[in-house]
Nanobody
Framework: QVQLVESGGGLVQAGDSLRLSCVAS????????MNWFRQAPGQERERVAT?????????DYADSVKGRFTIARDDAKNTLYLQMNSLKPEDTAVYYC???????????WGQGTRVTVSS
């Protein structure tokens, strides 16, 4: 059974940093493209960052977070991270990690971790 558990969210002020973690069980993250998505209140879920599978993983970011967020993976710990710097109120959302294959999301979704950025 695959399980993804996100953590690390919290209430911070604009300009602060947070590091989110996603611990996986039942799935070896390095074998898959992994992503962070987020969903703000009243909005659709959107992709934030992607890291490709394999040892020479490439990364990709939504324009809204480029230069501020960094996605990384620790294969020994089977854990995905999202380092978020220079946080803005518009980054407020529930953040989820999820696997994709091509353009398709492969479940399950975790419970998410809530990030709230005050101005």
């Amino acid at each position: 059974q695959v399980q993804l558990v996100e953590s690390g969210g919290g209430l911070v002020q604009a300009g602060d940093s947070l590091r989110l973690s996603c611990v996986a069980s039942g799935r070896t993250l390095s074998n898959y493209t992994m992503n962070w998505f987020r969903q703000a209140p009243g909005q659709e879920r959107e992709r934030v960052a992607t890291i490709s599978k394999g040892s020479s993983a490439s990364t990709d970011y939504a324009d809204s977070v480029k230069g501020r967020f960094t996605i990384a993976r620790d294969d020994a710990k089977n854990t995905l991270y999202l380092q978020m710097n220079s946080l803005k109120p518009e980054d407020t959302a529930v953040y989820y990690c999820v696997t994709t294959i091509g353009k398709y999301v492969v479940g399950p979704w975790g419970q998410g971790t809530r990030v709230t950025v005050s101005s």
